[in-house]
């Protein structure tokens, strides 16, 4: 069963580009998170989904980010116009969803805005 | 969530045990304590959980106070990767957000 599978691993963008991170939970995971990990800090939550719902977005930034999970494919966390002082960690995690599981952790993307 | 509280770093030598602490005064009863660890630049990873009686898996033991306003992290033979931050969470609902301290850093000397 492979873990949870974030990409791309490494993404560079300019300034007011677009950035799609992209995360598959873990088989069977109905529930995905996305984290931020800005340079030299925690580890912030941004949003909480299941298929197809936002659960809860108190984490995420009032404009140009969003994310969503469809019934089929991975959760994207999407970012417009990029600033630099969105380049960071952005981790993926996923539950099962039942009877209250730990959360499984992907390897995270690394953006850098230039 | 119930506030914790961690020193901001420790160490431990190579094959010891590492013990780990963590205060949560203010834990309600239906509150789990869990602990998850990062080794650099990795994602998070689960360590252990409980929520009253000690708790041990492959990987450490987890004790909890009787009143439950402490816990210990237990890793019973610290290896050089083990070397991470250590951060624990007081937590209601295991399928909510995890809200992260800033943790514990924890070396790990040859």
Same mark, same amino acid.
């Given at each position: =069963?492979?873990?949870?599978?974030? =990409?791309?691993?490494?993404?560079?963008?300019?300034?007011?580009?677009?950035?799609?991170?992209?995360?598959?939970?873990? &088989?069977?995971?109905?529930?995905?998170?996305?984290?931020?990990?800005?340079? +030299? +800090?925690?580890?912030?939550?941004?949003?909480?989904?299941?298929?197809? =719902?936002?659960?809860?977005?108190?984490?995420?930034? &009032?404009?140009?980010?969003?994310?969503?999970?469809?019934?089929?494919?991975?959760?994207?966390?999407?970012?417009?116009?990029?600033?630099?002082?969105?380049?960071?960690?952005?981790?993926?995690?996923?539950?099962?969803?039942?009877?209250?599981?730990?959360?499984?952790?992907?390897?995270?993307?690394?953006?850098?805005?230039? | 969530?119930?506030?914790?509280?961690? *020193? $901001?770093?420790?160490?431990?030598?190579?094959?010891? #045990?590492?013990?780990? *602490?963590?205060?949560?005064?203010?834990?309600?009863?239906?509150?789990? !304590?869990?602990?998850?660890?990062?080794?650099?630049?990795?994602? *998070?990873?689960?360590?252990?959980?409980?929520?009253?009686?000690?708790?041990?898996?492959?990987?450490?033991?987890?004790? @909890? $106070?009787?009143?439950? /306003?402490?816990? $210990?992290? @237990?890793?019973?033979?610290?290896?050089?990767?083990?070397?991470? !931050?250590?951060?624990?969470? #007081?937590?209601?609902?295991?399928?909510? /957000?995890? @809200?992260?301290? /800033?943790?514990?850093?924890?070396? @790990?000397? *040859?």
């Amino acid at each position: =069963n492979a873990g949870v599978m974030q =990409n791309p691993r490494h993404l560079v963008r300019r300034r007011g580009q677009e950035a799609r991170l992209r995360c598959s939970p873990m &088989k069977g995971h109905s529930h995905v998170y996305w984290y931020r990990q800005l340079p +030299e +800090e925690g580890l912030k939550f941004m949003v909480y989904l299941q298929k197809e =719902n936002i659960i809860d977005e108190s984490g995420m930034p &009032k404009e140009r980010f969003s994310a969503e999970f469809p019934k089929e494919g991975p959760s994207i966390l999407r970012i417009q116009q990029v600033v630099r002082g969105d380049s960071a960690a952005y981790f993926c995690a996923s539950s099962p969803g039942t009877l209250g599981q730990e959360q499984f952790f992907g390897p995270g993307t690394r953006l850098t805005v230039l | 969530d119930a506030k914790t509280t961690q *020193p $901001t770093s420790m160490d431990c030598a190579e094959g010891r #045990a590492a013990n780990l *602490p963590c205060n949560h005064s203010t834990i309600s009863g239906n509150e789990y !304590v869990y602990w998850y660890r990062q080794i650099h630049s990795q994602g *998070p990873q689960y360590i252990i959980h409980g929520l009253k009686n000690n708790e041990t898996n492959e990987m450490a033991s987890l004790i @909890i $106070t009787e009143d439950r /306003k402490s816990s $210990t992290l @237990i890793l019973p033979h610290a290896t050089l990767r083990d070397t991470a !931050v250590y951060y624990c969470i #007081a937590s209601m609902n295991r399928d909510d /957000k995890i @809200i992260f301290g /800033k943790g514990t850093r924890l070396h @790990i000397l *040859p």
